[in-house]
């Protein structure tokens, strides 16, 4: 395998499926069956997944909840998600842990850097989950963050694209896909990989991202056995 440990970050939209809203059945079990195949193989995960299929902060305002408290409510949805893909990886066989920046211990170890760390080396998947327990952050900065703390050698975005575009390909039909690109070249050209809190503290700690196509069936092992499958941001 090309990379020893790896962080993986779903967004919660992904496990909609082709639904509105909340988990799809099927996207949740595949996910689980592409995470166990890069565990049988030796590799190290830890997950970071979104809660935007069940609530997003920025959205409560406009129902009259202010901020802070609709951050909070996000970081309890991606915690059902966590349970979710916790519960679906078991049912498969794999070990795993979730640990919780809020502290919730009937149902969560609290996030403790030293110990996520060995739980990785026994072979256990660990899922990050309530985001990095702060208003104003996304799940996205949760998996920088987590990334960096567990000396992961990448960072794995799975989305439904396929990686980093010229333009959005889902506007302009002439948008090419990038195979590589550096960091400043993705800073240069405006080009959207993460939000800024989250890409600058991949920049600035040297952890190279890989957007790919998450619900392609084997794209996540293919991406651990160094094959180019989506983009890769490096230096
Ligand atoms: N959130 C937060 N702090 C964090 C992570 C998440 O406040 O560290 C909240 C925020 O309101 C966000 C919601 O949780 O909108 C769900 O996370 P996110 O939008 O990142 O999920 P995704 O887009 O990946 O599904």
């Given at each position: 395998m090309k990379y020893k440990r790896v962080l993986l970050k779903l967004s919660g939209e992904a496990l909609m499926g082709e639904k509105q809203f909340g988990i799809d059945n099927d996207r949740l079990k595949q996910y689980a069956y592409e995470i166990k195949a890069i565990v049988d193989a030796g590799v190290e995960t830890a997950i970071v997944i979104g809660g935007g299929n069940i609530f997003r902060g920025v959205q409560a305002e406009?129902?009259?909840?202010?901020?802070?408290?609709?951050?909070?409510?996000?970081?309890?949805?991606?915690?059902?998600?966590?349970?979710?893909?916790?519960?679906?990886?078991?049912?498969?066989?794999?070990?795993?842990?979730?640990?919780?920046?809020?502290?919730?211990?009937?149902?969560?170890?609290p996030f403790i850097r030293r110990k996520a760390i060995r739980h990785l080396e026994k072979g256990r998947v660990v899922i990050f989950?309530?985001?990095?327990?702060?208003?104003?952050?996304?799940?996205?900065?949760?998996?920088?963050?987590?990334?960096?703390?567990?000396?992961?050698?990448?960072?794995?975005?799975?989305?439904r694209v396929d990686g980093i575009y010229t333009a959005d390909p889902e506007k302009d039909p002439s948008a090419t896909r990038y195979s590589k690109i550096t960091f400043d070249e993705?800073?240069?050209?405006?080009?959207?990989?993460?939000?800024?809190?989250?890409?600058?503290?991949?920049?600035?700690n040297k952890?190279?991202?890989?957007?790919?196509?998450?619900?392609?069936?084997?794209?996540?092992?293919?991406?651990?056995?160094?094959?180019?499958?989506?983009?890769?941001v490096e230096f």
């Open positions: 406009k129902g009259g909840i202010e901020r802070t408290q609709g951050d909070y409510m996000g970081m309890l949805a991606t915690m059902i998600n966590a349970m979710a893909l916790q519960a679906a990886l078991e049912h498969i066989e794999v070990d795993t842990r979730l640990q919780s920046a809020i502290e919730m211990k009937q149902i969560a170890e989950g309530a985001g990095t327990g702060n208003p104003f952050f996304t799940t996205d900065s949760a998996a920088s963050l987590r990334a960096i703390e567990i000396d992961a050698d990448v960072i794995l975005k799975g989305t993705v800073f240069q050209k405006g080009l959207k990989v993460m939000d800024m809190t989250a890409f600058t503290l991949c920049n600035e952890l190279p991202i890989i957007v790919f196509d998450m619900n392609k069936p084997g794209n996540l092992l293919r991406v651990m056995e160094g094959e180019e499958v989506g983009t890769i």
